[in-house]
């Protein structure tokens, strides 16, 4: 089965502070995803990753960043967290092909106060 | 983009009862899937189904894709059903990105 991990279920942070989430998928997947899911917005596409130092954004990469050193791990990054990060965020895997399946993990709740 | 239309919004019923969720999509896709989200908030695959018809149980799923419609359906549905659907497509000619509908509440009753 495949298992992709995230690193916290809830995380309370506070305004202005760095905050890392970590992705680690066990499948060898060359596509990695980060999402956002909000009550009224459904799910939104932080950024997204085929491969290891590879990086695309997505459709809401302000206030994000990304980092993927080893291609297991793929880690989003709030340089300085606001209030309006507070949100469910969804890690996500795949294949890299046409017919492929998106797998997610557990996901993290955060709230940035 | 593609739109991704998803229906009801909302659906109560009682357990043992049958269902079935819509999925509408504005363009051709290569990839479609049909998720659950359960009360943790984790996404769960039900089926990967670009084209065809398939069955899991008491869930089954047929997409038309020539008329750009999915439906899943709940047979003898179980409170455990309880959450949300998603359907989430990837347009032919796209990039390996899923869109994501905005989700079918369904409340499964004792």
């Known amino acids: 089965d495949v298992k992709v991990t995230q690193s916290s279920r809830y995380l309370v942070k506070r305004t202005g502070e760095k905050v890392f989430l970590e992705c680690v998928q066990d499948?060898?997947?060359?596509?990695m995803f980060w999402y956002r899911q909000d009550p009224g917005l459904g799910l939104r596409l932080i950024y997204f990753?085929?491969?290891?130092?590879?990086?695309e954004k997505g459709d809401i990469p302000e206030g994000y960043s990304v980092s993927r050193e080893k291609k297991e791990r793929f880690s989003l990054i709030l340089e300085s967290a606001s209030t309006n990060q507070t949100s469910m965020y969804l890690c996500?895997?795949?294949?890299?092909?046409?017919?492929?399946?998106?797998?997610f993990g557990p996901g993290t709740r955060l709230t940035v106060t | 983009g593609i739109q991704v239309e998803q229906s009801p919004p909302d659906l109560i019923l009682q357990e043992g009862a049958n269902s079935t969720l819509r999925c509408n999509f504005s363009?051709?896709?290569?990839?479609l899937q049909w998720f659950h989200q359960n009360p943790w908030g984790q996404l769960i695959n039900l089926f990967y189904?670009?084209?065809g018809t398939k069955q899991n149980g008491r869930l089954s799923a047929t997409t038309v894709a020539t008329e750009r419609y999915s439906l899943l359906y709940i047979s003898s549905s179980q409170t455990t059903d309880s959450g949300v659907y998603f359907c989430?497509?990837?347009?032919?000619?796209?990039?390996?990105?899923?869109?994501f509908g905005k989700g079918t509440k369904l409340t499964v009753n004792p």
């Open positions: 499948m060898d997947h060359e596509n």
């Open positions: 989430a497509v990837d347009p032919q000619g796209g990039s390996e990105k899923l869109v």
């Open positions: 363009d051709s896709v290569n990839n």
């Open positions: 990753s085929y491969d290891v130092k590879m990086k």
């Open positions: 189904i670009p084209s």
């Open positions: 996500a895997s795949s294949v890299l092909r046409a017919d492929y399946e998106q797998y």
